[in-house]
């Protein structure tokens, strides 16, 4: 264990990511009620209504009981932002400690579980010239061509920052310029929470399968009509539309896709999100593997298992 993982002055929180498709949220909801828990979503579009069966959003019938938090709490035409996620979900464990219950954070959106674990410092600060620098660069180019330039610079950071979140990108290089250091060589800050992460995985041809056979289902279920019901809700240029699943409709909507190449183009971005995703947690957080996907029963034991010494070592220090 890491020295987050049973410093009794901290309070202990579950976290439990990884890519689409590998049981997630059946596994927070199964570790909630094994442990008097509650879940607090950790994935950047589940916070929007609207927006249910594109981003796989837990049904109240697959909750069981349990309470989840900060899901369904905006608009589709509202902005979220890491910064808003982690102020929220500080609010939300602090609530769910005092009741006495364990915080279970589940989501796939890497970065906002990082920033929640290590209370990262974000929002609010001035805009520095180096960052007006690439963020003109930026609207002179495109996304691509920005990482780009942070993997010239530093391949290690690029490796763990999606090309299209911008914003890291844009402050990794202006970190790396004005600090003369590059952006994965700073210091990591000591996490906020006594925290155990576990990290949801599966066979690469396996996961691969599973994800083309998920957007097959959504598309079944209505993904065509919830997209068009959020587009008549938003603007253009709405971060809800940023979403895979709901982005690639866009061009067939104005006539320029067929129906079959959006789906195609569903299933590859959400493959290759799912690759993003488990580099970022591999690199980035502490993450203890496991796969429910080959073998359910021994995996939910496994999972069990680690929580369960890992909430006796944080009672034994207390």
Do not use: C
């Amino acid at each position: 264990m890491t020295e987050s993982e049973h410093n009794p002055l901290k309070t202990q929180v579950l976290m439990i990511g990884g890519p689409t498709a590998t049981g997630k949220s059946a596994l927070g909801v199964a570790l909630a009620k094994r442990f008097n828990g509650e879940v607090v979503n950790g994935d950047a579009f589940q916070i929007y209504r609207d927006m249910t069966i594109g981003t796989a959003k837990v049904t109240p019938a697959e909750m069981q009981g349990v309470p989840h938090h900060l899901i369904d709490i905006l608009a589709p035409s509202a902005p979220f932002s890491a910064a808003r996620f982690q102020t929220l979900a500080q609010a939300a464990i602090k609530d769910i400690t005092a009741r006495g219950k364990l915080p279970i954070v589940v989501g796939g959106t890497g970065f906002y579980l990082s920033a929640l674990r290590l209370g990262l410092p974000l929002g609010g600060e001035a805009a520095t010239p180096a960052r007006q620098r690439w963020q003109t660069a930026l609207a002179a180019h495109d996304a691509a061509w920005l990482w780009a330039q942070l993997h010239r610079l530093d391949p290690a950071a690029a490796a763990a920052i999606p090309p299209a979140n911008t914003r890291r990108v844009i402050r990794a290089l202006e970190v790396s310029e004005t600090s003369g250091q590059l952006f994965s060589a700073q210091q990591t800050p000591a996490p906020q929470y006594d925290d155990l992460v576990i990290g949801l995985t599966a066979d690469r041809a396996t996961l691969y399968h599973r994800i083309d056979q998920r957007v097959l289902q959504i598309v079944a279920a209505g993904l065509e009509a919830e997209v068009r019901r959020v587009v008549e809700e938003t603007s253009p240029g709405a971060q809800a539309l940023k979403a895979i699943g709901y982005k690639e409709w866009l061009p067939y909507f104005a006539g320029q896709a067929s129906r079959e190449a959006t789906i195609a183009l569903i299933q590859q971005n959400s493959r290759h999100y799912a690759k993003r995703q488990l580099t970022y947690f591999r690199h980035q957080l502490p993450t203890h593997w496991l796969d429910l996907v080959a073998d359910p029963a021994a995996g939910l034991a496994a999972a069990v298992t680690l929580v369960a010494k890992w909430r006796r070592a944080g009672a034994a220090q207390k």
